[in-house]
């Protein structure tokens, strides 16, 4: 029988890790959790919830550390048509001597074909439903277990929660967290500090802290907390993003000197990595739009590496055989470990010229042959005001002679 047994629970195990979980089925409660009191006896009782009404046997079988410790009402469920639900109740005959910390027992429920009148269990498919059963040991004396979270609120600030357990048999009388931000080098941005509470014997409470953000600069940073308890101490990190993004483009340009529509035009980026750490890997990807909407051109620039605050040009190559003059909708994408950022565009192309036109970020429009057209247009400016200076010196000195 034993041999049987183990050739199952091995066979199951198998199932467990390489059979797809169903859905038909669901369980409720997911989970107990209660004290320990060595030498009682805990009564419970789960449902199991036939949701697409289905004509199926399913076994029950407790697994785990405390499976000798689980004694079930039933070991089969039978599920017809009309038969919603069935409650299954078991016994928990909690033994002595257990370590301190969480000890547990699972409940999985598998769909099988039959038992045959030897005893022997024909396992057809496994559904994936488990209640799960947690006996909390307490430690001597007092014992605190905790965790660090980050949460990104509403207007814009950062929350650091810390929940406090107590896994001691005595009462934490004063808890509290000082938290430090750290950026990437190591250095303090800055500290603050939890509200404080009491936390009973296996027991949850929360610690809080609120971080102002609008004074600190887009990147990745560490959050070093020292939760302080009565005359106990623990060490949490966490590390978190500050921003919403970490790339922009400041300026976008055109080198059309020596262009001709049909060849290949420059455009360069000048990327802007507004983060604390080095952006890798990044790129540009431009994509051109017709009349009617679709991408019939797409330009990739290669990969470049951004130093922490500091701004790179990247160049993409844009091949205009075939594009006729006139103006097309363009988008621009900076990829990169962060999320990609788009920029909106048109393109007014010409027969030596390609004009951007746009919003949101400084753009020149070409290099090379409409930058010395700007220049002579300057030129001619100054020189028509010295003239008109000049007439004007000379015909004063016409009057008074």
Request: net charge negative; aromatic share 8%.
């Amino acid at each position: 029988m034993g041999v049987k047994m183990n050739k199952f629970v091995f066979v199951f195990i198998i199932l467990l890790l390489i059979l797809p979980f169903a859905s038909g089925f669901g369980v409720t409660p997911a989970q107990r959790i209660f004290s320990y009191e060595p030498g009682t006896e805990q009564k419970f009782s789960f449902e199991v919830i036939n949701s697409e009404n289905k004509n199926v046997q399913l076994t029950v079988v407790p697994q785990g550390e405390l499976n000798g410790s689980v004694v079930l009402s039933t070991r089969f469920i039978l599920f017809t048509p009309d038969i919603p639900s069935v409650k299954v109740e078991y016994a928990v005959k909690v033994p002595t001597g257990l370590k301190p910390g969480r000890h547990s027992a699972d409940i999985l429920v598998v769909e099988t074909e039959s038992a045959s009148d030897s005893g022997t269990t024909l396992i057809g498919s496994l559904i994936g439903i488990v209640t799960k059963v947690v006996i909390d040991v307490p430690y001597p004396g007092k014992y605190l277990e905790s965790s660090l979270n980050v949460n990104r609120e509403k207007n814009g600030g950062l929350s650091f929660v810390i929940p406090v357990v107590s896994k001691g048999e005595l009462d934490i009388e004063n808890a509290r967290a000082k938290i430090d931000i750290l950026s990437p080098d190591g250095k303090k941005v800055t500290s603050i500090s939890t509200n404080e509470v009491s936390v009973p014997s296996l027991e949850r409470r929360e610690l809080y802290a609120a971080l102002d953000t609008s004074a600190i600069a887009s990147g990745t940073y560490q959050a070093v907390a020292k939760v302080s308890y009565d005359k106990s101490s623990l060490d949490l990190e966490k590390e978190f993003f500050v921003g919403t993004g970490g790339l922009s483009i400041k300026n976008i340009a055109v080198d059309t000197k020596d262009f001709k529509l049909g060849g290949i035009a420059k455009f360069e980026f000048l990327v802007e990595n507004k983060l604390n750490i080095p952006a890798e890997e990044v790129y540009v990807l431009m994509q051109v739009f017709d009349s009617g909407g679709k991408a019939f051109s797409e330009s990739k620039s290669a990969t470049y590496d951004i130093d922490a605050f500091g701004s790179k040009e990247v160049v993409a190559f844009w091949d205009t055989e075939d594009v006729k003059a006139g103006k097309y909708d363009t988008k621009v994408f900076i990829y990169s470990a962060q999320e990609p950022i788009e920029a909106q565009l048109t393109l007014d192309v010409s027969e030596n010229n390609i004009i951007i036109i746009g919003t949101g970020y400084a753009i020149s429009s070409s290099k090379g042959g409409s930058s010395l057209v700007t220049i002579l247009i300057i030129v001619i400016v100054v020189l028509v005001l010295l003239n008109l200076v000049w007439f004007l010196v000379l015909r004063r000195k016409i009057k008074t002679k």
